[in-house]
């Protein structure tokens, strides 16, 4: 069945450092992969997405890079700031353009001043 | 139009009763969905409509929760016979298809549930 598999499930580090969340998915006809920030207590909010007829994509200090072929994706953050600290979630879109989205389970960053 | 809203924003129930959720999509959204939440896991998939059409169920989801989008403008979610593993927060989301047809899901806050 449809699944996305997340990694790491926390991470920490220190401020200025670069943070890489790592995300596998198991259908090659996946389309569509975005990342999604939970603060505590909040909403889930899109920060970044990536369409599957693209490599990379960039967004100031977030950029996220997608490898069809191992079926994986990644988000990289550089540069994290104490405001960067929330959880993470990596998503894919299966069953075509009209699918719904799978999300992984997650990742805790924490950004240590 | 301020967003997803949905209500009640929280919900205690004892164990056997039925309850219901609602989710006001952004207006001009005509594809809805609803998903579940608990306590460090991610959204987990629950079911999806396009205007009025229930398109896809969870395979998951027990025969005890059905939703619905009568006008294709607002949904209800109804829990019959609540267990306590029901205790979760049920995010609504909304999107638009668009030009690229990249459905970004809006989240509303959430519906948290705690069944006692």
């Known amino acids: 069945g449809e699944n996305v598999e997340q990694h790491p499930s926390t991470l920490s580090v220190q401020e200025g450092d670069s943070a890489v969340i790592k995300c596998t998915y198991s259908?090659?006809?996946?389309?569509?992969f975005p990342w999604y920030k939970q603060e505590l207590g909040k909403r889930p909010q899109l920060i970044i997405d990536?369409?599957?007829?693209?490599g990379e994509k960039k967004d100031q200090r977030i950029a996220v890079t997608l490898n069809k072929t191992a079926k994986h994706f990644s988000l990289h953050i550089t540069e994290t700031q104490p405001e960067d600290s929330a959880v993470y979630f990596c998503?894919?879109?299966?069953?075509?353009?009209?699918?719904?989205?799978?999300f992984g389970k997650g990742t805790k960053l924490s950004v240590k001043p | 139009d301020t967003g997803v809203s949905q209500d009640p924003r929280h919900k205690i129930t004892k164990r056997g009763q039925n309850v219901t959720f609602r989710c006001d999509p952004i207006?001009?959204?005509?594809?809805l969905y609803w998903y579940r939440q608990t306590l460090g896991q991610g959204p987990e998939f629950l079911t999806y409509?396009?205007?009025?059409?229930?398109?896809?169920k969870s395979r998951l989801l027990s025969d005890r929760f059905s939703a619905e989008r009568p006008k294709g403008s607002f949904s209800t979610l109804e829990i019959q016979r609540t267990e306590q593993g029901d205790s979760a927060m049920y995010l609504c989301?909304?999107?638009?298809?668009?030009?690229?047809?990249?459905?970004?899901?809006?989240f509303g806050e959430g519906s948290r549930l705690t069944v006692l």
């Open positions: 990536i369409r599957s007829n693209v």
């Open positions: 989301a909304s999107s638009s298809p668009g030009g690229m047809d990249t459905g970004e899901l809006f």
């Open positions: 409509f396009q205007n009025e059409a229930q398109l896809e």
């Open positions: 207006s001009e959204h005509n594809r």
């Open positions: 998503a894919a879109r299966y069953g075509g353009s009209q699918g719904n989205l799978i």
């Open positions: 259908d090659s006809a996946s389309n569509y």
